[in-house]
Antibody
Framework: EVHLVESGGGLVQPGGSLRLSCAAS????????MHWVRQAPGKGLVWVSR????????LYADSVKGRFTVSRDNAKNTLYLQMDSLRPEDTAVYYC??????????WGRGTLVTVSS | SYELTQPPSVSVSPRQTASITCSGD??????VSWYQQKPGQSPVLVIY???RRPSGIPERFSGSNSGNTATLTISGTQAIDEADYYC??????????FGAGTKVTVL
């Protein structure tokens, strides 16, 4: 059974950094594209980043480009999101999502990031 | 940037049919997925590639996509279907773009 478990969220001050992790299990992690999607409190879903299985092809939403860095360790079955220069508008639940058949077929439970002084 | 438009809310009586639309420029040329999200839970995929249903999703959920509009249809709506529903379009130019979501209320 596919499981995606995010961790690393918390309270951080504006301008600070945070590193999120997503532990994957139940599938061959290195063969799947993975995404980060976020959802601000009471708001809709917003795509953040996409990463190919070998880690060599990466895309970011304009809102996070230059501040966020996505990576993966296929030996550890783990996806990461390094978030720097955080802003209050980055406050959201961050979901790890597996892509298959041109869709997000499995989602983690999410981890909450709060950017506030 | 590409935008998808959904109605903010849809109300439906139990056992009736709910239709949720998602509009975007030439949307019919793109793959559309639909996700269900209940309060405090993660989104769940209910339709992908316009009209395909993942295993475990009830047959009352169906999808279509043509022209500029995709539609999620819930036939014989049940109280457990009350949730937010998000459409998402995908192609090489739009990547993952989500609609703003539609709150389905079962009256």
């Amino acid at each position: 059974e596919v499981h995606l478990v995010e961790s690393g969220g918390g309270l951080v001050q504006p301008g600070g950094s945070l590193r999120l992790s997503c532990a994957a299990s139940g599938f061959t992690f290195g063969t799947y594209w993975m995404h980060w999607v976020r959802q601000a409190p009471g708001k809709g879903l917003v795509w953040v980043s996409r990463l190919r299985g070998d880690g060599r092809y990466i895309l970011y939403a304009d809102s996070v480009k230059g501040r966020f860095t996505v990576s993966r360790d296929n030996a550890k079955n783990t996806l990461y999101l390094q978030m720097d220069s955080l802003r209050p508008e980055d406050t959201a639940v961050y979901y790890c999502v597996r892509e298959d058949d041109w869709t997000g077929d499995y989602w983690g439970r999410g981890t909450l990031v709060t950017v506030s002084s | 940037s590409y935008e998808l438009t959904q109605p903010p809310s849809v109300s439906v009586s139990p056992r009736q049919t709910a239709s949720i639309t998602c509009s975007g420029d030439q949307l019919g040329k793109k793959y559309v997925s639909w996700y269900q999200q209940k309060p405090g839970q993660s989104p769940v995929l209910v339709i992908y590639q316009n009209n395909r249903r993942p295993s475990g999703i009830p047959e009352r959920f169906s999808g279509s996509n043509s022209g500029n509009t995709a539609t999620l249809t819930i036939s014989g709506t049940q109280a457990i279907d009350e949730a937010d529903y998000y459409c998402q379009a995908w192609d090489s130019s739009t990547l993952f773009v989500f609609g703003a979501g539609t709150k389905v209320t079962v009256l």
